[in-house]
T-cell receptor, first 110, second 115 residues
Framework: SQQGEEDPQALSIQEGENATMNCSYK?????LQWYRQNSGRGLVHLIL?????REKHSGRLRVTLDTSKKSSSLLITASRAADTASYFC??????????FGAGTILRVKS | DADVTQTPRNRITKTGKRIMLECSQT?????MYWYRQDPGLGLRLIYY???????NKGEISDGYSVSRQAQAKFSLSLESAIPNQTALYFC??????????????FGSGTQLSVL
């Protein structure tokens, strides 16, 4: 079974709205990362949050991590059509293994 | 200029054929990985290598083999392809061995179809 599971599986919003994606995981982690994938392309790293951090920002991205609930959320503010992509959380387990979830498909309508 | 290059981009083959997917990188990273992506399942790790002489199985290594010919090259082979190996395959690199976190850099992928 997946270490990381994203929710929702798919999300459709209007341009300008905020998009929130959630990730839950099962075991203790070293850090949690979010990646983006445009259709059929390779994944691109977006942001990393360490297990001792609770919130991190990068441009329009805001990531939170709650280790007590084993969950993370990715917020994209003021979304644009170009944000349309799949978003994956990946948990780095101790020993440097990175395990990916199944992803959230985000569609931003203009 | 791609830092992680995969060849071919697309490949159609028949059941039972031997296939090799190649990956090369110019990032100077020690660690290299092969993942496969299936719809709805995310990415699953096939094999990984932390150094030229280091090969490790991932969660779904059966039916696959790898060769790390040099720091910059990591190839994936399907000895006898079967239809359920139809998937999008990604090579990735990381510099985590140099004291950094395990942030991955991906190639553009190889879409493999086994008929």
């Amino acid at each position: 079974s997946q270490q990381g599971e994203e929710d929702p599986q798919a999300l459709s919003i209007q341009e300008g709205e905020n998009a929130t994606m959630n990730c839950s995981y099962k075991t203790s982690i070293n850090n949690l990362q979010w990646y983006r994938q445009n259709s059929g392309r390779g994944l691109v790293h977006l942001i990393l949050i360490r297990s001792n951090e609770r919130e991190k920002h990068s441009g329009r991205l805001r990531v939170t991590l709650d280790t007590s609930k084993k969950s993370s959320s990715l917020l994209i503010t003021a979304s644009r059509a170009a944000d349309t992509a799949s978003y994956f959380c990946a948990t780095e387990l101790y020993g440097n293994k990175l395990v990916f979830g199944a992803g959230t498909i985000l569609r931003v309508k203009s | 200029d791609a830092d992680v290059t995969q060849t071919p981009r697309n490949r159609i083959t028949k059941t039972g054929k031997r296939i090799m997917l190649e990956c090369s990188q110019t990032k100077g990273h020690d660690r290299m990985y092969w993942y496969r992506q299936d719809p709805g399942l995310g990415l699953r790790l096939i094999y990984y290598s932390f150094d030229v002489k280091d090969i490790n199985k991932g969660e779904i290594s059966d039916g696959y083999s790898v060769s790390r010919q040099a720091q910059a090259k990591f190839s994936l082979s399907l000895e006898s392809a079967i239809p359920n190996q139809t998937a999008l395959y990604f090579c990735a690199t990381s510099d985590a061995g140099q004291g950094n976190n395990e942030k991955l850099f991906f190639g553009s992928g190889t879409q493999l179809s086994v008929l």
